[in-house]
Each structure stands twice: as C-alpha cells, then as structure tokens.
C-alpha cells in the first residue's frame, strides 16, 4: 500500500471528505464513519505509517502527539472524567482494517472487557 492509494492519506490530503475534529503538521482526527460508539475519533499520523510494526525511532515523538491529542480531545469533548477507550489494532489478529496506523478514541458508552 502507498500513499498515493492509502483510504487515510486520501483523507489527509483532503480527496476523500471527512469530520475532522483536530489537525496540526503532525497529526490529524476526524469521526469514524461507522462509530461503534456515540462518540469515536480516529487520530492518525500525517506520515503513512501502516501499523504499529512500523514505528522508528524517529516517530517516538510523533506517537506521543497522538496519544497526547487523546487526552486533550478527551476533555474538551467532555468525557475524560466518565472515561473512555483508547485501542490501535494491528494486522489480521488485532483486526485492522485500514493500513494506515490509527488509534481509535471511543467514548460515550459502557465498554466491556475482553474486546471481540
Ligand atoms: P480498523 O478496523 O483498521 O482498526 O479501523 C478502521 C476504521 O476506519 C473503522 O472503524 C472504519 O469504520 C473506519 N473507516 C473506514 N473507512 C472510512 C472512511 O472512509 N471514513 C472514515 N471517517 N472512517 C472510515
Ligand atoms: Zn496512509
């Protein structure tokens, strides 16, 4: 998969619509077109980075941008203090989808525990 035919770079770059709820030079958020919750946000990187198997040393910053932007769009959007879930599935056992890392920012319900 590149760039060029990358779902999320396509939405990144603005081909594809999408609600973007936060964007910065590094990083990007918008809602979930098919949420499994009331409220779910993926955040990604702007950088194609197709799974979490791919990070390098250079991204660490990069990685902790997004799980800081969880926590700031966690409480402006006003559900960090009944909480919320924070989840990155990677390759066919974890579940992914779209190869382009995303974490998943879920909110707004009861969560259960094991996941699917
Ligand atoms: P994964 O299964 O890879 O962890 O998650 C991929 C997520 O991307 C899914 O929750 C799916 O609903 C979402 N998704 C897939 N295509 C689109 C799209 O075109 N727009 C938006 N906003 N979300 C999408
Ligand atoms: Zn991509």
Redesign the pocket.
Request: hydrophobic letters at 45%; zero cysteines.
């Given at each position: 998969m590149t760039e060029k035919d990358c779902?999320f770079c396509k939405?990144i770059r603005g081909e594809?619509p999408?609600?973007k709820v936060y964007e910065n030079d590094l990083i990007y958020a918008?809602?979930?077109?098919?949420p499994?919750a009331p409220e779910h946000i993926?955040i990604i990187p702007k950088k194609h980075i197709a799974s979490l198997n791919d990070i390098e040393t250079e991204d660490k910053m990069l990685f902790g941008e997004i799980m800081y932007r969880a926590s700031v769009l966690a409480k402006e959007l006003g559900f960090s203090e009944q909480g919320y879930r924070t989840v990155a599935?990677t390759l066919d056992h974890g579940?992914?989808?779209?190869h382009h890392f995303?974490l998943?920012l879920i909110a707004g319900r009861q969560m259960t525990w094991p996941p699917g």
């Open positions: 779902l939405i594809i999408s609600d918008f809602r979930d077109i098919a499994a993926l599935n579940g992914q989808t779209v995303h998943h």
